[in-house]
């Protein structure tokens, strides 16, 4: 997970504070030498909404994860721009924070002190506060009795829900999730889903959620973005009206399934121009 966080609270209620948009505009990327350079994202255009959550999906390997480090500040548009409520984003900032794939978490501190680590070193809160807004979070995330756990303690989804708080405790004004639930097992998965999305639920944060699961996406979100084949375009946004608060049931709507049938027809096209042009050049 990214280090980065945003300015402090001072109560759980105050966490609902990430309303805020990003635009990109015309962005490109590409990696690679001048004469061997691999073009990955192509005048990608897209708005990610105040309070709400966008989903972006798109065959394996488009460069979903590129546009989300780019979001992060991590890497650099070559071409276009990318603002966060109207400001350039130029690099890695202290409005936004990334759960990645890998879990991050310091595995020579526990749970509480792995939530503590980012206030306590630029001396937002006291540290009575700063403690029990810690071990409030803990008990919302369902880990107040493995407080006082470390990381290899923990299992994989208690480590997610750990990472998830670490989170929502430096108040960042965006939160970005790049496949955050990879490599769970079948039981997990859908328990941080769940989890995630209560929390989501209860704040409204502004929120970009990676993820190669259609159905996990329409699960999550307010709106689906479908990314092309490498280099990655828009396809299609799709809006997700399932009413909130969310139920795994709803994916068994038949508004669910017509936007997952959409979702799976853009990608098949788009998984079939990857085999096309792999063939070609071999």
Same mark, same amino acid.
């Given at each position: 997970m990214s280090m980065?966080?945003?300015?402090s ?9 990430g ?10 990327? %590409?990696? $690679?030498e ?5 073009? =990955?994202?192509?005048?990608? #255009?897209?708005e990610?909404k105040?309070? @709400? *959550? ?6 394996? %390997?488009? $460069?979903?994860?590129?546009i989300?480090?780019? =979001?992060?500040g991590?890497? #650099? ?5 990318? @603002? *966060?409520n ?5 690099g890695?900032?202290?409005?936004r ?13 526990t749970?509480?002190?792995? *939530? ?5 070193i ?6 009575r ?9 803990l ?20 480590q ?6 670490r ?8 939160l970005?999730?790049?496949e955050?639930f ?32 259609v ?7 307010d ?41 799976m027809?853009l ?16």
């Open positions: 980065t966080s945003a300015a609270g001072h109560a759980t209620q105050d966490y609902a504070v309303k805020s948009k990003v635009n990109l505009n015309h962005v490109s990327k %590409g990696f $690679g001048e004469w061997e350079r691999e073009e =990955v994202v192509k005048d990608l #255009t897209f990610i105040p309070g @709400l *959550l966008t989903a972006m999906v798109g065959p394996s %390997g488009c $460069g979903k994860s590129t989300a480090n780019m =979001v992060a991590y890497e #650099t548009p070559d071409t276009g721009e990318i @603002l *966060l109207g400001k350039k984003v130029t890695p900032g202290k409005d924070m990334v759960v990645f794939q890998e879990t991050a978490l310091m595995p020579w501190q749970a509480r002190e792995n *939530l503590r680590f980012g206030p306590r630029r001396r937002e809160m006291r540290n506060e700063l403690n029990k807004i810690a071990d409030e979070l008990v919302k995330v369902g880990l107040g009795d493995f407080k006082d756990k470390y990381p290899s303690q923990l299992s994989g989804g208690m997610r829900r750990a990472e998830l708080a989170a929502i405790i430096n108040q960042p004004v965006l970005i999730m790049d955050p990879r490599g769970l097992d079948a039981m997990s998965r859908p328990l941080m889903q769940e989890f995630f999305l209560k929390l989501f639920e209860e704040n409204r944060r502004t929120n970009l959620f990676v993820t190669s699961e159905e996990e996406a329409i699960f999550l979100a709106r689906l973005v479908v990314l092309s084949n490498r280099p990655a375009r828009v396809r299609a946004i799709i809006d997700i009206p399932l009413p909130r608060p969310r139920k795994l049931s709803m994916l068994n709507s038949p508004e669910a399934y017509e936007i997952k049938r959409e979702a027809e990608l098949h096209e788009e998984a079939m121009k990857s085999f096309s042009q792999t063939r070609a050049k071999a």
